[in-house]
């Protein structure tokens, strides 16, 4: 019997549930650019890009891909792919340069942002805090400040008073394990410090003000959806039958999902941690009624899954010793996993720890709608002489990673959605503008936009809901 090759595609779709949101993300200092305009001062990742050697050929945030002014002609190119939501980022130095005051012009952009968005059918997806804190605040101390997370609801207020009424779906805070860790403790991010006990003030002072902003979201928004986003890495020890190895993989997991999922999803820190974490002062700066307030419901959690790690308690073949955004485990080891291939940014591919983390929270904390906020990978992306991007490296990601999250969906777990990182090549922190994560390449000398093959795969697969 002969099968019509339509009936054969449908039959091996691998159908996503009905509703499921295919979109792209972004970051505000990454794509926007345009950094001293309309009254916009100085964030903490202007001033760290400025050191000689911080970022990678000595880039800084701009042009970035100038989505400031060319933000139009980006949510065209999002419609004419089919998405149906942006998650973008809002920066506070642009909404109260300096934490000071209201910026009219600063908010005036965002104005125009969602509703270009929402004219193209495309759901605005907000993100309060994606890294670019104001200088003004860092130089009171930053995020290792208790009064950091009340200056951000400030800023929280702001926003939601302008935009509370159109915008889909808010987040509080983007990974703020990076914010923190790599941050305050590794020196890697801005501001670049490497104090290890300010990293740990500043997680707990990120996780504060994702409460008191939910509360904000909350009092102007109180029927849009709000969460937060985390990244997420499943951790395996080397070797399961060493008790080295294992409590390795214990700590490791600690510092960067249990620190984050368990005040915000039980209500408080995770025993193992506080002990891990006391002669770096955590206990200090938890004050009365804050697990409470970090405790706040949340409506769905956004997990932001790039690759997962193995990790040893003492060197083994190939290893590396945790660097210093680990806290108090520099005798914890890094173990390659050599048969995985690796993206342009070095990291292992590795799809099956995509479905292993959204199981993670699935079994292990209450019942929260999952939204995949961010996966993606930096390639090469060489432009041919037609102008043509063939990223079939990319297309085998995305269609890998896909197919990991379906596992999960197969596997009980409530994923309603899915952001690919990221819309548009731009401006990859400390590694400057040399690793392309985007689906449309972009030309900065000439901000020429191009759609990369993965751009039209990625169209087809929203538009069908499905994997063909
Ligand atoms: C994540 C960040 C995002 C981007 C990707 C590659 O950690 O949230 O801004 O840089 O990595």
């Known amino acids: 019997m002969s099968v019509q090759p339509d009936k054969l595609r449908a039959e091996t779709a691998l159908m996503f549930p009905p509703g499921f949101v295919w979109g792209a993300a972004t970051a505000a200092f990454q794509v926007e650019g345009a950094t001293t305009a309309d009254g916009r001062t100085d964030s903490v990742w202007d001033v760290f890009a400025r050191k000689p050697g911080a970022v990678v050929g000595g880039d800084t945030g701009d042009p970035a891909a100038d989505h400031y002014r060319r933000y139009g002609e980006d949510v065209d190119l999002m419609r004419r792919l089919g998405l149906g939501a942006y998650r973008f980022s ?6 109260r340069p300096d934490a000071g005051l209201p910026n009219p012009a600063g908010l005036a952009f965002y104005d125009r942002l969602v509703d270009r968005l929402l004219d193209a059918g495309i759901a605005p997806w907000a993100t309060l805090y994606h890294w670019d804190l104001p200088q003004a605040l860092e130089e009171k101390g930053g995020w290792a400040a208790r009064d950091t997370a009340f200056r951000f609801a400030e800023y929280a207020e702001t926003v939601l008073e302008r935009l509370g009424d159109r915008v889909a779906s808010w987040s509080t805070l983007n990974e703020p394990w990076c914010a923190a860790m790599l941050g305050y403790a590794g020196g890697i991010h801005a501001p670049g410090r490497r104090d290890p006990a300010a990293a740990v003030a500043a997680a707990h002072h990120l996780l504060l003000g994702h409460g008191l902003a939910m509360d904000v979201i909350r009092r102007h928004a109180g029927d849009t959806p709000a969460g937060i986003t985390l990244n997420l890495y499943p951790v395996a020890p080397h070797d399961p039958a060493s008790a080295a190895d294992v409590d390795a993989a214990r700590r490791v997991d600690g510092q960067q999902n249990r620190l984050f999922l368990d005040p915000v999803l039980r209500g408080g820190y995770p025993e193992d941690l506080v002990a891990d974490l006391a002669p770096f002062g955590l206990t200090d700066v938890v004050r009365e009624g804050d697990t409470t307030t970090i405790a706040a419901p949340i409506d769905w959690l956004g997990v932001n899954y790039y690759r997962d790690y193995t990790v040893a308690g003492t060197p ?22 050599e048969a995985a291939p690796l993206t342009a940014s070095g990291w292992e591919v590795q799809p099956a720890g995509l479905t292993a983390s959204l199981l993670q929270v699935h079994r292990d904390y209450r019942p929260v709608p999952l939204y995949i906020t961010e996966n993606g990978a930096a390639y090469p992306d060489d432009v041919t002489e037609n102008g043509d991007i063939v990223d079939t490296d990319r297309i085998a990601f995305l269609d890998s ?5 379906h596992e999960a969906i197969e596997a009980g777990v409530d994923l309603r959605g899915y952001f690919y990182w990221s819309l548009l090549d731009n401006f990859e922190w400390a590694e400057g503008y040399a690793k392309r994560f985007g689906l449309i390449h972009v030309d900065y000398a000439t901000q020429r936009r191009t759609p990369k093959r993965s751009a039209f795969w990625y169209s087809r697969v929203a538009g069908l809901n499905g994997l063909s």
């Open 316 to 337: 083994v073949l190939g290893s590396k010793p945790a660097s210093p955004e680990w806290v108090g485990a520099a005798d914890v080891h890094f173990v390659p996993n």
């Open 401 to 405: 990673h896909l197919q990991a999250a």
């Open 90 to 95: 809002l920066a506070w130095p642009r909404i």
